[in-house]
């Protein structure tokens, strides 16, 4: 079946580690794709975005993450986080009109 | 307000009630989804509406599942006969006008059935 995969269901680092959360997807031709997050207490809310173009793309607090078709992948990274970005993490693919599909989600916790 | 609204909160109900759902979005989106989150699940896509229009109901669970929408704004989400499985949080969201836009969420609902 077509899917989302989210690598980790829970990582734990410390401040200013760099973070990868891995997304890989099943979809062939062209998809959207997207980086949400949910903050504790909070809705979630889009981190970043990417529809064509420049396979690395920048999105808010610091974080970016890059396509790579060959691969279905769509990591996002960061190179320094923080205490604040404790929160869970949804990769997810638009592959058609009508359709999103999102990961399971990778928890983050960020020890001070 | 600003945001996604949805109501209520909080459903508790019996296996094999009705339960329906709410959601108002944000002002001139014309855009709207509903999702499931299940324990420990990630977003399960349920419906998508442009407009008052619903172009695919294939997402919905079961035929005890249907969503309408009215006036190009507010939208529910109707369960029928409900079972256990049927609990979960239901999360909606809206968009200025596809996928491609950022989708703004609401808190959910969430819903558990006895």
């Known amino acids: 079946a077509q899917s989302v995969s989210q690598h980790n269901h829970h990582v734990i680092l410390s401040e200013a580690a760099s973070l990868e959360l891995g997304c890989n997807y099943s979809?062939?031709?062209?998809?959207?794709l997207f980086w949400y997050v949910q903050y504790p207490g909070q809705h979630l809310q889009l981190l970043l975005k990417?529809?064509?173009?420049?396979?690395l793309v920048k999105g808010i607090k610091g974080f970016e993450a890059e396509f790579i078709k060959s691969k279905f992948s769509f990591n996002l990274r960061k190179p320094s986080v923080q205490w604040s970005d404790t929160a869970e993490y949804f990769c997810?693919?638009?592959?058609?009109?009508?359709?999103?599909?999102f990961g399971a989600g990778t928890r983050l916790t960020v020890k001070p | 307000g600003a945001g996604v609204s949805q109501s209520p909160s909080n459903k508790v109900t019996e296996k094999g009630k009705d339960v329906e759902l709410r959601c108002d979005p944000i002002?001139?989106?014309?855009?709207l989804y509903w999702y499931r989150q299940s324990l420990g699940q990630g977003l399960e896509f349920l419906i998508y509406?442009?407009?008052?229009?619903?172009?695919?109901k294939s997402g919905l669970p079961s035929d005890r599942f249907s969503a309408e929408r009215t006036g190009g704004s507010v939208s529910t989400l109707t369960i029928q006969r409900t079972q256990q499985e049927d609990s979960a949080v239901y999360l909606c969201?809206?968009?200025?006008?596809?996928?491609?836009?950022?989708?703004?969420f609401g808190p959910g609902t969430r819903l558990l059935v006895l």
């Open positions: 509406f442009q407009g008052n229009s619903a172009p695919d």
């Open positions: 990417y529809f064509s173009g420049d396979p």
């Open positions: 969201a809206s968009s200025y006008s596809g996928f491609q836009e950022t989708q703004y």
């Open positions: 997810a693919v638009n592959p058609d009109y009508n359709d999103m599909r």
């Open positions: 979809y062939g031709g062209t998809v959207n």
């Open positions: 002002s001139g989106h014309t855009a």
